[in-house]
């Protein structure tokens, strides 16, 4: 069994599958982002048409060689003459001519598919790239980013792959069956008719192969997708694997979700590749047909030997197309299970958008935060807040307190429009945010969260995250005010001290104090600290505290805290359960009151004591 850590994608394993369902639809979407480029497609069209030309004449202009040749031997036979090499000689020149310009213009067709492809899926990227800057936070939420991360990638690039090589085959194959076809036509429509006898039978397997196999296809994008959010939810999480010392339980799940897309992807392969040796196979029976027919017809002096030369090597040119085509339907089946999960992610819902305004709302302004009859709620069927007034003078430091799930983090969320309030407004200096961009707003917000944030890059390419047009004496001044000045020059190379993924050779003190750092930089109106010191010692929390002090000093400052001994100074004090705001007051108000938050404080301070 895969255990409870089974079931990446917010509980939505891979197990049961469908046909896409529009798959007409999904080419349909998918054509569209080659619509800007119709010119270079048009462009390939005509010089596939004068390659495909070309090259197909070739086998005729031989037959023609091959039947001078044996109308030559006749007359050496008959005593009238003998073999006109310099005819011949000029039969194989302008044929190999002719496979010269045909090789031309094949090479200028594959340059400008290449452009054209690489376009567009230049714009698929980009536009996946917009599309997850305007996700609301709540998609990130309740999906894996594993599953995030496949769309954006493998999908992608299976997408890209079928372009690069199936705008070229399809446009081949296409023009390559017609102009074989009236080849063989002007040579022995007779023979033509019993070749393409065979040519249903090819059509009939191969559409039977793909209807079994698309569902297999289909499956295997979708576990795919699952097992790499499995994936990267197992590495991020490694500790907690090895705390709980889950590696075998780990490893069986992975274990279930590898052989599960082993078994879609051997089946969906194998399908597939039957389609080649299937049709080859019904294509040799009328190849044989054909052959026996032919030198019959020969023997009579029906025919010439060298246009049943050239009608044989037709045939081999009119049946590689449909094989070529049979593959593509397998390519493509990939390609629309691929693509149809990358348009769903376009599809996704997306947030409110900014409102268009001429002016941005100015970045400095007093601060002051107001909720007026605020409501919101994750869904109709389950708010959270409900009808919350409130008030924060600019300047003014608010801590929030409550149990877990009262709601303290939503509050700072609907402040940042991580999600929209459900009824009510939030005003900022008097304006409505709604009315605001999200870049207008957050540029006057600086948040430091329990779990830090830092990228692969040096320190001060961390700090100045907060600030990139910053010179290095503000990044150096902002890491004294945070206390983390001092510790960074001890550092090997200071401030040029590469950080990981995970600034693992730092301390997680030392990590909170340069997001400290970089919130500093950033200079904002308003400050939001959620629990940035629940994860440190004491005595590194002492020295975070004085740089949250520096930090907040004449800032509006939203403090959430489970410590409540950080926050007995705060000017203003909520305490928040199940979504509402049962006390307000000060430290002091709140203790004589002798509520809800007096019992919470005493049992922490109680627990803090018996503990030491």
Same mark, same amino acid.
């Given at each position: ?213 698309? &569902?297999? @296809?289909?499956?295997? =994008? #979708? *576990?795919?997708? !699952?097992?790499?959010?499995?994936? +990267? /939810?197992? $590495? ?5 694997? &090895?705390? @709980?010392?889950?590696? =075998? #339980? *780990?490893?069986? !799940?992975?274990?279930?979700?590898? +052989? /599960?897309? $082993? ?350």
């Amino acid at each position: 069994m895969r255990g409870p850590m089974h079931g990446p994608g917010g509980g939505r394993g891979p197990g049961n599958f469908e046909r896409p369902k529009n798959l007409k639809g999904t080419l349909r979407r998918l054509l569209a982002f080659m619509k800007p480029f119709h010119l270079g497609l048009a462009t390939v069209v005509i010089l596939a048409i004068f390659s495909t030309v070309f090259d197909a004449v070739g086998p005729l202009i031989l037959g023609f060689a091959t039947n001078e040749i044996q109308l030559g031997f006749d007359r050496m036979v008959a005593g009238t003459g003998g073999i006109d090499f310099g005819a011949v000689a000029r039969i194989l020149a302008f044929m190999g001519g002719m496979y010269a310009v045909s090789a031309l213009f094949g090479y200028l067709k594959q340059y400008l598919v290449s452009g054209v492809s690489q376009k567009t899926i230049y714009t698929l990227r980009k536009t996946v790239d917009q599309k997850i800057k305007r996700l609301p936070l709540g998609y990130f939420d309740s999906g894996s980013i594993g599953d995030v991360l496949s769309r954006v990638t493998n999908d992608v690039d299976t997408v890209a792959s079928t372009l690069q090589q199936g705008i070229n085959q399809v446009v081949d194959a296409v023009f390559t069956l017609v102009t074989v076809l009236v080849l063989m036509l002007y040579i022995s429509p007779a023979l033509t008719f019993i070749a393409l006898l065979t040519l249903p039978l090819t059509l009939l397997a191969s559409m039977n192969v793909v209807k079994f196999s698309q &569902k297999l @296809f289909k499956g295997q =994008a #979708d *576990t795919l997708g !699952a097992l790499n959010g499995y994936i +990267e /939810e197992m $590495y991020t999480g490694h500790n907690v694997v &090895k705390v @709980f010392s889950k590696e =075998a #339980d *780990t490893i069986d !799940a992975f274990d279930d979700l590898n +052989e /599960e897309l $082993y078994r879609y992807s051997w089946k969906a392969n194998f399908l597939s590749g039957v389609i080649m040796p299937v049709s080859s196979f019904i294509g040799n029976l009328g190849y044989v047909i054909v052959t026996v027919l032919g030198a019959v017809w020969v023997i009579q002096g029906k025919f010439l030997i060298g246009s049943i030369q050239s009608f044989m090597q037709y045939i081999r040119h009119f049946s590689n197309p449909i094989v070529q085509l049979s593959n593509l339907a397998n390519m493509l089946q990939s390609t629309i299970a691929a693509a149809e999960r990358v348009f769903a992610f376009l599809d996704e819902a997306e947030e409110s958008p900014d409102p268009v305004t001429g002016e941005e709302p100015a970045r400095d302004g007093p601060g002051q935060v107001e909720f007026q009859n605020v409501s919101f709620g994750y869904s109709p069927d389950r708010v959270l807040i409900r009808d919350l007034s409130l008030s924060i003078r600019p300047g003014e430091t608010v801590a929030i307190v409550g149990p877990t799930g009262a709601g303290k983090t939503t509050l700072v969320n609907l402040v940042l429009r991580f999600y929209e309030v459900s009824g009510g407004r939030i005003l900022l200096d008097g304006e409505d945010i709604a009315g605001m961009s999200r870049k207008a707003l957050r540029a006057r917000i600086g948040m430091v969260l329990q779990d830090t944030w830092l990228f692969s890059g040096t320190i001060r390419e961390n700090i100045r995250y907060g600030r990139l047009d910053a010179t290095d004496a503000e990044v150096e001044e902002a890491a004294r005010a945070a206390r983390a000045d001092k510790f960074i020059r001890a550092l090997p190379q200071g401030y040029d001290t590469w950080l990981g993924e995970d600034a693992a050779n730092i301390s997680q003190g030392q990590r909170q104090l340069l997001t400290i750092a970089r919130a500093i930089l950033s200079d904002p109106d308003i400050l939001i600290l959620d629990e940035a010191t629940s994860s440190v010692d004491t005595r590194t929390e002492v020295l975070i505290q004085k740089a949250m002090n520096t930090l907040m000093k004449g800032r509006t400052s939203f403090v959430i805290a489970h410590r409540l001994s950080t926050i007995r100074d705060a000017g203003k004090i909520l305490v928040m359960r199940d979504g509402d705001i049962i006390e307000t007051g000060s430290h002091q108000e709140l203790m004589a009151r002798g509520g809800f938050y007096a019992q919470l404080y005493q049992s922490q301070f109680q627990g803090e004591a018996e503990a030491s």
